[in-house]
């Protein structure tokens, strides 16, 4: 079974940054993509990255615009998002997703996030001075 937690979220002001964390176990094998989407207080759901772990490609939100970057630390096992240059509509539950043998899925993955197979419980990101 595939566990996923994140870690990381706070309250930062606009401008600044930070780095969420996501705690991944439980693949059967290397064949997943991984990545984070964020839910806003009105529910909708935004996908922000993600990554194919059998290519290791990584997809973005046209929406970053160079402001996230999404990495993996294979030492610590964690899948990182950081932040930078934060935003008030930054705010949102950051959630870690995963699916196994996403094939050719992954593109809408990122763009589709009810369609991950995993999910964590979320980290809240609140971007307010």
Same mark, same amino acid.
């Given at each position: 079974?595939?566990?996923?937690?994140?870690?990381?979220?706070? %309250?930062?002001?606009? =401008? =600044?940054? %930070? +780095? %969420?964390?996501?705690?991944?176990?439980?693949?059967?094998?290397?064949?997943?993509?991984?990545?984070?989407? *964020?839910?806003?207080?009105?529910?909708? +759901?935004?996908?922000?990255?993600?990554?194919? /772990?059998?290519?290791? +490609? /990584?997809?973005?939100?046209?929406? &970053?615009?160079? *402001?996230?970057?999404?990495? *993996?630390?294979?030492?610590? /096992?964690? @899948?990182?998002?950081?932040?930078?240059?934060? /935003?008030?509509?930054?705010?949102?539950?950051?959630?870690?997703?995963?699916?196994?043998?996403?094939?050719?899925? &992954?593109?809408? @993955? %990122?763009?589709?996030?009810? @369609?991950?197979?995993? +999910? =964590?419980?979320?980290?809240? &990101?609140? &971007?307010?001075?």
């Amino acid at each position: 079974q595939v566990q996923l937690m994140e870690s990381g979220g706070g %309250l930062v002001q606009p =401008g =600044g940054s %930070l +780095r %969420l964390s996501c705690a991944a176990s439980g693949f059967t094998s290397d064949d997943y993509a991984i990545g984070w989407f *964020r839910q806003f207080p009105g529910k909708e +759901r935004e996908g922000v990255a993600c990554i194919n /772990k059998n290519d290791g +490609r /990584k997809y973005y939100g046209d929406w &970053v615009k160079g *402001r996230f970057t999404i990495s *993996r630390d294979n030492a610590k /096992k964690t @899948l990182d998002l950081q932040m930078n240059n934060l /935003k008030p509509e930054d705010t949102a539950i950051y959630y870690c997703a995963a699916t196994e043998s996403p094939g050719d899925n &992954v593109y809408a @993955l %990122l763009h589709i996030p009810m @369609l991950w197979d995993y +999910r =964590g419980q979320g980290t809240q &990101v609140t &971007v307010s001075t």
